[in-house]
């Protein structure tokens, strides 16, 4: 079982709909949280950090956590064309080590 | 803030020869910088962890004498890739954690290495 499980796409989705990117992880002790997009050729740019059960929610993107089920996703309102990317999700897998399992990410593709 | 840079974000060399890659927190202090490896349609993979100050701690499966990395500052680490390789191609990322930024890792731009 991998650590830290998303489904690769490509996700397509219209211009201004939401696009909703989820992410699994194994280790239940896990506390911290992480969504990131890359760009092709480009490296990943932080969007959200999430560490407590429930939304965080900033500017468009929404973050949602469900420890009990080991269960973390991104959402994405009005999704706008330059918001096509790979979005990566990671996870700190022992805690206080700062080191981060990623996710082999989800291609989001948003159509004009 | 929280502005990491690389150095080269090209390079490209013979078989055999090293290769140096810098990576630099600009804006803050790093008590921890990561170094990655991505290749074509991958995730990221951690290579090594590294602290100002004292050795690198390196994944399992990464040869510590052929990836060398040195964290001399708060600010800068390097990591040389000694005697590369056609397989060691790839695209290099660091990223740095900032004392006053919890466990956010910032990542820099990433250096692109093509062995010949």
């Known amino acids: 079982q991998k650590e830290v499980e998303q489904n690769s796409g490509p996700l397509s989705v219209p211009e201004g709909a939401i696009a909703s990117l989820n992410c699994t992880y194994s280790?239940?002790?896990?506390?911290?949280f992480f969504w990131y997009r890359q760009y092709s050729g480009k490296s990943p740019e932080l969007i959200m950090s999430i560490y407590s059960n429930g939304d965080k929610e900033d500017g468009r993107f929404t973050a949602q956590l469900n420890k009990a089920s080991q269960y973390v996703s991104l959402l994405i309102r009005d999704s706008q064309p330059s918001d096509s990317a790979t979005y990566l999700c990671?996870?700190?897998?022992?805690?206080?080590?700062?080191?981060?399992?990623f996710g082999q990410g989800t291609t989001l593709q948003v159509k004009p | 803030g929280a502005v990491v840079s690389q150095h080269p974000s090209r390079v490209i060399c013979k078989s055999g020869t090293s290769v140096k890659i810098e990576c630099r927190s600009l804006d803050f202090q790093a008590t921890t910088m990561f170094w990655y490896r991505q290749f074509p349609k991958q995730s990221l993979m951690l290579m090594a962890t590294?602290?100002?100050?004292?050795?690198?701690?390196?994944e399992q499966g990464v040869e510590k004498d052929k990836f060398l990395i040195n964290h001399a500052s708060l600010t800068l680490s390097t990591l040389t890739v000694t005697s590369a390789h056609p397989e060691d191609s790839s695209f290099y990322i660091c990223?740095?954690?900032?004392?006053?930024?919890?466990?956010?890792?910032?990542f820099g731009p990433g250096t692109r290495l093509t062995v010949l």
């Open positions: 990223s740095a954690v900032g004392q006053a930024s919890y466990n956010e890792q910032f």
């Open positions: 280790d239940r002790g896990s506390q911290s």
């Open positions: 590294s602290n100002e100050g004292s050795k690198a701690t390196y």
């Open positions: 990671a996870v700190e897998m022992w805690s206080n080590t700062g080191k981060l399992i």
